[in-house]
């Protein structure tokens, strides 16, 4: 069972940075999409940023692009969300996600049902 687990989370005050890692556990092979979504209370969860196996095709929602870069180091498993110019509307609880095997790019890696693991979260509040 392939385990994802979040960190980097925090508190901080609007224009702020940070950078949020997610490890990937009981890997067989690195032929995957990544993902980021978050939530917001009170609200469905939405998609963030992804990448693709390689790190050579990455996608951005719109009120993240110029700010948020998702990354991975695929020798350790590892997939990164450096954000910069944090705002209020940014506050969520942050999910990685993995998808299938031999899904080196989903045909829409924006879609949620096409990620079969999900981590537990990690928590972002931005202060005003």
């Known amino acids: 069972q392939v385990q994802l687990v979040e960190s980097g989370g925090g508190l901080v005050q609007a224009g702020a940075s940070l950078r949020l890692s997610c490890v990937a556990s009981?890997?067989?092979?690195?032929?995957?999409?990544m993902g980021w979504f978050r939530q917001a209370p009170g609200k469905e969860r939405e998609f963030v940023a992804a990448?693709?196996?390689?790190?050579?095709?990455?996608d951005y929602v719109d009120s993240v692009k110029g700010r948020f870069t998702i990354s991975r180091d695929n020798a350790k498993n590892t997939v990164y969300l450096q954000m910069n110019g944090l705002k209020p509307e940014d506050t969520a609880v942050y999910f990685c996600?993995?998808?299938?095997?031999?899904?080196?790019?989903?045909?829409?890696?924006?879609?949620?049902?096409?990620?079969?693991?999900w981590g537990q979260g990690t928590q972002v509040t931005v202060s005003s």
């Open positions: 009981r890997l067989t092979s690195i032929s995957y999409t």
């Open positions: 996600a993995r998808s299938r095997g031999n899904s080196a790019w989903l045909p829409n890696p924006r879609q949620a049902s096409d990620y079969n693991y």
């Open positions: 990448i693709s196996s390689t790190g050579r095709v990455t």
